[in-house]
């Protein structure tokens, strides 16, 4: 039995899950926030079987997160001693054009995430203060870096490069990355799976809609267009975050207004999106206002809707056809309303909901379009840990 510590280290907490890989199973997981915060009010929760503990603690930094892990393991189980990790896999947002797949940490590797910052500055140095970290917790061991823009290594240069002075954009490496490409294609080789189809011969668009939304355009298993760009600020409309805006709005905001970098990379990331357009970030509420007649939700639930279609069209294109459309994150697995607003009139296409189906509460992968539909629509629930834990084993040649 192989088990696979896997880390998602943001700027200030960090996610775990310890991963049993000969059954896929998680073992454990916890979540540890507020590091750094300045009260010295850490939140620390783990889960283990059905026992889940929260506590607070300071953690003044990522090295510090890690020892409260490992405290966590030694009071509340499974014990490390019994589940000893094999390997660690670490979330990496961004690999540019460097990484087109898992990579195990070395110098060198550590060197290229740190090289990589000024393209996602607010993921990769965290990401790489994880990695860090978890090298002083667990130095015996092979790392291993996933990154999510690797999917997207596949992307043509005319869907990747913008359409701006190629000197400009080489110099600084402006083009677009793509992103949540770790569960883009853990969900188009589940869909593929699920149906028994070889995934060579699939066309899919898979819709990953949370907090943090993208479209993908997957054939036969790579990625041949995605809706988040260099940064994952582009493309849809998501909780906090605009997706696609004219930038000269940004001009004009600079112009008159006075804004100047952080106002705006605050206005566009944390204060847009739904939370923007209705004043609340999460989906329930905002259905819970539209039903009881509130019109200023309704109008944002609408221009959310618009935008989905908008790349879903697109990608219908793109692909030539498709066979597959696959719900995930958040809003994808839960919100029949989203699902059904954004399919609505779609039979001249061979895309016909089943309402019954879609309206139905349920666990795993199911299908949501009727027997009759030419295209399969479906529920796939990402799993992003189990795909970075699959890759790690991967890079390190290490069997489950
Ligand atoms: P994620 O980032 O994938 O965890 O998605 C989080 C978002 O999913 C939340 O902000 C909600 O807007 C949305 N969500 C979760 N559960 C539901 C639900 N039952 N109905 C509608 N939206 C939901």
Redesign the pocket.
């Known amino acids: 039995m192989s088990v696979v510590l896997v880390v998602n280290s943001g700027s200030s907490s960090l996610k775990y899950q310890l991963i049993d890989m000969s059954a896929e199973r998680t073992l454990a997981s916890g979540l540890i926030e507020r590091i750094g915060d300045a009260q010295g009010q850490g939140v620390i929760t783990h889960k283990a079987g059905d026992e889940k503990v929260v506590r607070e603690a300071a953690v003044a930094n990522h090295d510090a997160a890690f020892d409260e892990m490992l405290r966590n393991f030694a009071e509340h189980g499974p014990s490390l001693d019994e589940f000893p990790p094999v390997a660690v896999g670490h979330r990496v947002v961004q690999g540019g054009r460097r990484f087109f797949g898992p990579a195990v940490v070395t110098d060198k590797v550590e060197q290229d995430i740190e090289e990589l910052i000024p393209l996602a500055p607010l993921h990769n140095g965290p990401n790489l203060a994880g990695i860090q970290g978890a090298k002083h917790a667990f130095g015996s061991i092979p790392h291993v870096a996933v990154f999510d823009t690797a999917f997207h290594s596949t992307l043509s240069d005319a869907s990747s490069l913008y359409a701006i002075d190629r000197a400009v954009a080489e110099e600084y490496r402006i083009r677009r990355y793509g992103a949540h490409g770790t569960s883009h294609k853990f969900v188009a080789e589940a869909t593929a799976e699920y149906l028994e189809r070889p995934i060579e011969e699939l066309k899919t668009i898979v819709l990953?809609?949370?907090?943090?939304a993208s479209a993908c355009a997957v054939d036969g298993g790579r990625s041949v267009e995605t809706s988040m760009g260099m940064t994952p600020l582009e493309g849809l409309v998501m909780?906090t975050r605009s997706g696609d805006i004219d930038p000269a709005a940004l001009f004009h905001l600079h112009r008159k207004a006075g804004y100047d970098i952080a106002m705006l990379d605050d206005l566009l990331n944390r204060r847009s999106g739904?939370l923007g357009l209705t004043g609340t970030?999460?989906?329930?509420d905002?259905?819970a206002r539209i039903e009881a007649g509130d019109e200023v939700a309704e109008t944002g639930l609408e221009v959310y809707v618009h935008r989905l279609r908008h790349y879903l069209g697109s990608y219908l294109v793109a692909l030539g056809g498709v066979d597959v459309i696959a719900w995930t994150?958040?809003?994808?697995?839960?919100?029949p309303?989203?699902r059904a607003r954004t399919l609505r009139g779609m039979e001249w296409l061979g895309i016909e909901i089943d309402e019954a189906r879609n309206s139905e509460r349920g666990e795993g992968i199911r299908v949501i379009s009727t027997d009759a539909s030419k295209v399969k629509v479906l529920i796939v629930p990402?799993n992003e840990e189990l795909e970075i834990a699959r890759q790690t084993l991967e890079a390190t040649g290490i069997t489950a």
């Open positions: 990953h809609v949370g907090n943090g909780g739904l970030n999460d989906l329930r905002v259905i994150a958040g809003v994808g697995e839960n919100s309303e989203v990402t």
